[in-house]
């Protein structure tokens, strides 16, 4: 069964004889048979024999054998397994916990595919290995090195990658249907048409490479297929699919949400909070966005987030800081009717003019005393005026595409 590398290729095999030997024992063996589980017990032994020998010889180690020690010895690289070449393996729950695969081939010749479901691989290096169209279900793979790997039209379907090293990996049409991906890296892995239904990709390192990331599949296997190119948003856009109060919640931000931008100085925080509490009393879902405090966040890029999801936008132009950078970046892009409002004896910034010529859904700005005057105001002055924009903007999306013809002019 095992196409022994130290025999047909001595210098592609660069692990351990001994190693290899015990490995093979455990292949040898006949699965869903007592002997399989004999062989199984030993290898466990034999394994955390050398792994916890592996521990006891590292400089400075001396005294008595510790808890952390033990834990260590789980996860110590001392099975080396480098280069080797297994045929038709059928290796469920096997104890592979820091073995070194580097480079390690799992053929095929008379089974259709490797199995490993349900291998305990934490912190295993797999650097370079091809598993592809192997079966690696619940395989536990928690901070694994699987830098380059070819799992290929693999089943990872519940398995454990959190923490793993996926760099440069070849995981086309492989399925991560409820995968642990949290804070795995996935700079260049290639996951185009991977099944991704339920999987957790909080954290994980991403590049800019969309073309890396096509046709994911965020529906089950017995749903009609729906692709995204976007794993961290795949979650999201199923639960749209599939949820009607995350439908509602969206919807209704949508038509109650109001952006408020503005400073929180003391003499400004006043009136914001003025406009947030009338606007909540009107039943809408005001979104204060203070430039003062600090964001980890580009600023423009939650400012345009917010701005998408709301009805219309209110902007204090008041001796502003950021609001100019972030207006002009979010006002050309989104038909949102925007309220400019300014304390009287202030002036707008320079470039504010040119937004309120180009842009016919930017309203005259509404100069104002204080904050309870602008509260009195705020169905007529404010509300008012930006519903009856909103409503001219979309009469203006929905009308119809109007053509000339060169032949009405020929007789000019």
Same mark, same amino acid.
């Given at each position: 069964?095992?196409?022994?590398?130290?025999?047909?290729?001595?210098?592609?095999?660069?692990?351990?004889?001994?190693? #290899?030997?015990?490995?093979?024992?455990?292949?040898?063996?006949?699965?869903?048979?007592?002997?399989?589980?004999?062989?199984?017990?030993?290898?466990?032994?034999?394994?955390?024999?050398?792994?916890?020998?592996?521990?006891?010889?590292?400089?400075?180690?001396?005294?008595?054998?510790?808890? @952390?020690?033990?834990?260590?010895?789980?996860?110590?690289?001392?099975?080396?397994?480098? @280069?080797?070449?297994?045929?038709?393996?059928?290796?469920?729950?096997?104890?592979?916990? @820091?073995? %070194?695969?580097?480079?390690?081939?799992?053929?095929?010749?008379?089974?259709?595919?490797?199995?490993?479901?349900?291998?305990?691989?934490?912190?295993?290096?797999?650097?370079?290995?091809?598993?592809?169209?192997?079966?690696?279900?619940?395989?536990?793979?928690?901070?694994?090195?699987?830098?380059?790997?070819?799992?290929?039209?693999?089943?990872?379907? @519940?398995?454990?990658?959190?923490?793993? %090293?996926?760099?440069?990996?070849? #995981?086309?049409?492989?399925?991560?249907?409820?995968?642990?991906?949290?804070?795995?890296?996935?700079?260049?892995?290639?996951?185009?048409?991977?099944?991704?239904?339920?999987?957790?990709?909080?954290?994980?390192?991403?590049?800019?490479?969309?073309?890396?990331?096509?046709?994911?599949?965020?529906?089950?296997?017995?749903?009609?297929?729906?692709?995204?190119?976007?794993?961290?948003?795949?979650?999201?856009?199923?639960?749209?699919?599939?949820?009607?109060?995350?439908?509602?919640?969206?919807?209704?931000?949508?038509?109650?949400?109001?952006?408020?931008?503005? %400073?929180?100085?003391?003499?400004?925080?006043?009136?914001?909070?003025?406009?947030?509490?009338?606007?909540?009393?009107?039943?809408?879902?005001?979104?204060?966005?203070?430039?003062?405090?600090?964001?980890?966040?580009?600023?423009?890029?939650?400012?345009?987030?917010?701005?998408?999801?709301?009805?219309?936008?209110?902007?204090?132009?008041?001796?502003?800081?950021?609001?100019?950078?972030?207006?002009?970046?979010?006002?050309?892009?989104?038909?949102?009717?925007?309220?400019?409002?300014?304390?009287?004896?202030?002036?707008?910034?320079?470039?504010?003019?040119?937004?309120?010529?180009?842009?016919?859904?930017?309203?005259?700005?509404?100069?104002?005393?204080?904050?309870?005057?602008?509260?009195?105001?705020?169905?007529?002055?404010?509300?008012?005026?930006?519903?009856?924009?909103?409503?001219?903007?979309?009469?203006?999306?929905?009308?119809?595409?109007?053509?000339?013809?060169?032949?009405?002019?020929?007789?000019?």
């Amino acid at each position: 069964m095992l196409d022994l590398p130290t025999l047909t290729d001595p210098h592609r095999f660069q692990g351990n004889p001994a190693d #290899l030997e015990a490995f093979e024992a455990l292949l040898a063996s006949p699965i869903r048979h007592e002997q399989r589980e004999s062989a199984l017990a030993a290898w466990s032994e034999y394994k955390l024999r050398k792994q916890a020998l592996f521990v006891r010889q590292q400089p400075g180690k001396q005294g008595l054998w510790t808890k @952390g020690d033990y834990i260590r010895s789980l996860t110590a690289p001392a099975i080396d397994l480098r @280069g080797a070449t297994f045929i038709d393996v059928c290796l469920g729950y096997a104890d592979l916990r @820091g073995a %070194r695969l580097d480079g390690v081939t799992f053929a095929t010749q008379n089974r259709q595919w490797t199995s490993l479901k349900g291998a305990r691989l934490q912190s295993a290096s797999l650097r370079g290995a091809c598993i592809s169209g192997a079966r690696l279900m619940e395989a536990d793979l928690r901070g694994a090195d699987l830098t380059g790997i070819d799992l290929q039209d693999a089943d990872l379907s @519940g398995a454990n990658l959190a923490g793993a %090293r996926l760099q440069d990996a070849r #995981l086309q049409g492989s399925n991560l249907s409820r995968a642990n991906l949290v804070g795995a890296d996935l700079r260049g892995a290639n996951l185009c048409g991977c099944r991704v239904y339920g999987v957790s990709a909080w954290d994980v390192q991403i590049d800019d490479n969309d073309a890396l990331r096509r046709d994911l599949i965020v529906t089950p296997g017995d749903q009609a297929e729906v692709a995204v190119d976007n794993i961290e948003v795949a979650q999201f856009v199923y639960l749209l699919l599939t949820n009607p109060k995350i439908r509602g919640v969206i919807d209704t931000v949508c038509k109650k949400g109001v952006l408020i931008l503005g %400073r929180f100085t003391a003499e400004r925080k006043a009136v914001l909070d003025a406009l947030r509490d009338g606007l909540r009393q009107r039943g809408y879902v005001p979104m204060i966005f203070d430039f003062d405090k600090p964001e980890q966040r580009d600023l423009t890029e939650t400012v345009k987030t917010l701005a998408g999801l709301s009805r219309f936008i209110i902007a204090d132009i008041t001796n502003p800081r950021s609001s100019p950078l972030e207006l002009q970046a979010t006002v050309p892009d989104y038909m949102v009717p925007l309220v400019p409002i300014i304390a009287e004896r202030e002036e707008p910034f320079p470039m504010f003019k040119d937004l309120w010529i180009k842009y016919n859904w930017v309203l005259d700005p509404l100069e104002y005393p204080d904050g309870q005057t602008l509260l009195k105001v705020l169905d007529a002055a404010i509300i008012a005026p930006a519903l009856k924009k909103h409503a001219e903007l979309l009469a203006a999306k929905a009308q119809e595409l109007r053509t000339r013809k060169a032949s009405d002019y020929a007789g000019e």
